[in-house]
């Protein structure tokens, strides 16, 4: 069998009495960095040979892996943190160990995205999990210009060195007035949760230099579904026209100014 194993985002703690008991049982650990699991198992006393199982060595590991696997050996999957395959190697693996018809048993564990949306405040209720943010600015925006309609709760995780940029794409796109989380260090002694608007966060980052280090989670709410009857069909129609156009704050301006709507009542609206 193949074992998924969710191994601790930070407190080496949070792991479950399964994870570690199979961590012992199983013939091979596949980690995504041999030395960085040492640390963890090392921690539990727990001594299962190891081989390394990363985003380069996937496609050649994998026929190797298979051939343990038929021979009735047991392997787990584990990655520096969190979930395996969630912004993290596996899918090649267990999508080939699927097609072959070898069990694949998941240990569920921590995961960033769901650590930081269930704390952040914003509705948990649909969400829709991005991954990682495009490296360049320019994508970046292309790719929050696609969520500016996006009604459900965006969950990014984004490397320190960008997360300054990173927010000022999303005043840029997405408007300074837009609610976002950034959930920062989670589990760890640091932890830290900014809840405010996308203005204030930047303000937040710019101001301690602190504030910009460590591993993110960025969250960003969803436009409010508005009924149909608190704003008229011609004003929706107007600001859906000039939305397709601009960056949605541009939009609602003008669209205020045009109709004599409240901008606040425009600023969180979408279109049914
Ligand atoms: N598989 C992992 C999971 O289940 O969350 C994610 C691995 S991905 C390579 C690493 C990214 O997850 C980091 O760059 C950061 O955005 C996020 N992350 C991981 N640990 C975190 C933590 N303790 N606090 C905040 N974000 C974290």
Redesign the pocket.
């Known amino acids: 069998m193949l074992y998924l194993i ?1 191994t601790p ?2 407190n080496l703690e949070d792991i479950t009495l399964r994870a570690l008991r199979l961590l012992r049982e199983v013939d091979l650990i596949a980690a995504e960095d041999t030395r960085h699991s040492k640390i963890l198992l090392q921690h539990y006393d727990i001594n299962t040979p190891l081989i390394s199982l990363h985003s380069f060595n996937e496609t050649q590991r994998t026929p190797q892996l298979l051939a343990r696997l038929k021979q009735g050996e047991n392997i787990a999957l584990i ?10 190697p596996g899918y090649g693996l267990v999508k080939a160990v699927r097609i072959v018809g070898i069990q694949v048993i998941p240990l569920p564990g ?7 949306l269930c704390a952040s405040g914003l509705p948990t209720d649909r969400f829709v999990f991005e ?2 943010f495009p490296a360049k600015s320019s994508e970046r925006k292309k790719h929050l210009a696609s969520l500016q309609h996006e009604t459900r709760t965006s969950i ?5 060195h960008r997360i300054v940029e990173c927010v000022e794409n999303i005043v840029s796109v997405l408007g300074a007035d837009r609610e976002i989380v950034l ?6 002694t640091f ?1 830290t949760f900014f809840c405010g608007t996308a203005g204030e966060a930047l303000q937040w980052l710019e101001v301690d230099v602190n504030h910009t280090r ?5 969250l960003i709410s969803g436009m409010v579904e508005l009924k149909k009857s608190e704003i008229s069909e011609n004003t929706l129609h107007i600001l859906k026209i000039l939305s397709e156009e601009l960056p949605h704050s541009q939009a609602v301006e003008l669209t205020a100014r045009i109709t004599g709507e409240k901008k606040n009542a425009l600023k969180k609206s979408c279109f049914l």
């Open positions: 969710a985002i930070g990655t520096d943190a969190g979930t395996p395959l969630i912004s993290d921590a995961c960033a995205a769901i650590t930081a991954g990682f990014f995780y984004e490397a320190p959930a920062k260090e989670l589990t760890k932890e460590g591993e993110f989670v960025v």
